[in-house]
């Protein structure tokens, strides 16, 4: 083989391997490949074949030369190397190349060389296997027509040096497009992952993170990088053990860091990040935003806290109801006895206490045992402006402002109304209790549309009171649905705990949201037909 020959060679396998310095895809590079074939080497007609060792077939991934309409035909039908015998599968079992110079006399065709022949119109063919390493993954098949010289020794010779650089290129193109699918993929799942994933060098410089972790820390990534891991927040709990966990080695497991001033809470677990060498290379920190989590855990112990207070109370209240019921009757016989008169005053005053009794008894039974559901159509605003009459006096003499604000597209809502109308009225009294000087009473409604946890889209409607008074301490707020506890000496401490027992009953939830000094917020949130919701927990 002449120097000559051999650098023609080479340039040709130089333009198609320059490729692989460029993000090509496996068809770019076949393309490549037949487009050498085609115009360094002169043939009109070329195909290239890949193995799929997945289904055993011997797939078509490009072929010029024919018409549209045959290359097509022959993109569509793939051989299966099991079940078919011509040439193109001989050369991809054996490994072996075949030439057939005229198929009209050539003794070793089966029927369907035959047919595939009379379909393309081949002349002089050519297939030389693409091996790497010995294995097989395809086919480089080339063909002149009639009429034209046959392939000569020079050109098979030029066509097998091309087919074994080309086989290279395509298994290298191959598992790099491999490699990019599995970075893509990596991305991809990183970037979906509702954990956040956050990775630091050996010196705690942050070098990745996911989206979840932005979110979570409330910055952006390019403000992230590159610093160190410790720098995040001013926690002297995050710093020592974020520091522990780079320069001694110590990983984190579930340890929990609450953040200012949202008091979101984060449960962080690290690991070692290690090089095939079984060196340190870095730490990934996996972040875990669990503040949903604790509050939901906090909601339930509540609950639990006010079914087991209720149970005893309700005990406590029919005990009381017995012989306080005995204690009156004595107190009205007295009553109509000729006594002096302040014996008839104590008298009366005593029978007044009772009767204040009896309405706490009555408000520890409606909390313990509410009464059965009277589900029925209503309107959010007829439940409002009914509120609005009852307090609109009060609220004049205090100097407290109201403002109303209903959205217009809510539609009817299916609830007990009496009962919600109380629980709502709970609420506003003690915002108006909150306000001795004046101030602000706002109440808004609204509906939500959205995901209500179950997995199906319902109507949920949103009702806020909120108040401009003294506010709750941060150590009462998780205290103040608990019966009898109350910061007003006048009160009973049972309105907002029957308050939080009507909304559960209808499958709602109710949140407060206060600052001592400005005021206090409750939010309800309750499905707009809460007789599916009771029948779902009843269920």
């Not at 730490?283 to 503040?291: S, V």
Request: some cysteine; overall charge negative.
């Amino acid at each position: 083989m002449s120097y000559e020959f051999t650098d023609q060679i080479l340039s040709h396998v130089y333009r198609i391997s320059s490729l692989l310095t460029e993000p090509a895809t496996m068809d770019r590079v076949v393309e490549a490949i037949v487009q050498t074939v085609t115009q360094d080497l002169n043939f009109n007609r070329c195909s290239v074949y890949l193995l799929n060792k997945t289904n055993h077939k011997l797939e078509c991934k490009y072929i010029t030369g024919f018409s549209p309409e045959t290359e097509n035909y022959v993109k569509e039908r793939p051989f299966d190397i099991k079940k078919h015998d011509c040439i193109e599968t001989r050369v991809a079992v054996t490994g072996e190349p075949v030439l057939v110079k005229n198929f009209s006399s050539s003794d070793n065709l089966t029927d369907l060389d035959r047919r595939v022949t009379t379909r393309m119109g081949r002349g002089c063919t050519l297939y030389v296997p693409l091996k790497i390493k010995g294995d097989i993954i395809g086919i480089l098949g080339v063909d002149k027509k009639h009429g034209e010289p046959e392939i000569n020794e020079k050109e098979f010779e030029s066509l097998s040096i091309l087919a074994n650089y080309a086989s290279i290129i395509i298994e290298n193109s191959k598992l790099l497009q491999d490699l990019m699918n599995e970075k893509k993929f990596s991305e991809n799942v990183l970037n979906s992952s509702i954990n956040g994933i956050l990775t630091v060098d050996i010196t705690g410089r942050i070098t990745s993170l996911n989206p979840a972790v932005e979110k979570m820390f409330g910055m952006m990534k390019d403000t992230l990088i590159n610093r160190f891991i410790w720098e995040i927040f001013p926690l002297p709990e995050w710093i020592e053990c974020t520091r522990k966990a780079v320069f001694h080695l110590h990983n984190m497991k579930g340890m929990e860091f609450t953040l200012n001033p949202d008091d979101k809470i984060l449960n962080v677990t690290t690991s070692h990040i290690m090089n095939e060498g079984e060196s340190l290379i870095g730490f990934m920190f996996l972040i875990q935003d669990i503040t949903g989590e604790r509050k939901r855990d906090e909601y339930l112990q509540r609950v639990n806290r006010l079914i087991s207070l209720g149970e005893l109370a309700a005990g406590i209240a029919h005990e009381i109801r017995n012989p306080l019921t005995g204690i009156g009757v004595v107190l009205d016989f007295l009553s109509r006895k000729k006594l002096p008169r302040r014996d008839l005053e104590l008298i009366n005053e005593a029978s007044r206490e009772i009767e204040r009794l009896e309405k706490l008894i009555s408000d520890l039974l409606t909390f313990a045992r509410p009464k059965k559901f009277n589900f029925e159509l209503a309107d959010i605003r007829n439940i409002i402006n009914s509120i609005y009459l009852l307090i609109n006096e009060q609220c004049n003499h205090r100097g407290i402002k109201m403002f109303i604000r209903i959205d217009d597209d809510i539609d009817g809502l299916y609830v007990d109304q009496e009962r919600i109308r109380q629980g709502l009225l709970n609420i506003v009294i003690n915002a108006i209790k909150a306000m001795p000087s004046g101030g602000n009473l706002t109440i808004k409604a609204a509906e939500l549309t959205g995901d209500s946890g179950s997995g199906d889209p319902e109507r949920r409607i949103e009702i806020t009171i909120g108040d401009t008074g003294v506010g709750i301490a941060t150590e009462n707020i998780g205290r103040i649905f608990d019966p009898f506890f109350t910061t007003n000496n006048e009160g009973t401490g049972l309105g907002l705990s029957i308050t939080h027992s009507i909304i559960k009953e209808h499958s709602g939830i109710v949140k407060v949201d206060s600052e001592l000094g400005k005021g206090t917020e409750f939010t309800i949130i309750l499905p707009c037909d809460c007789r599916k919701a009771v029948e779902y927990l009843d269920a």
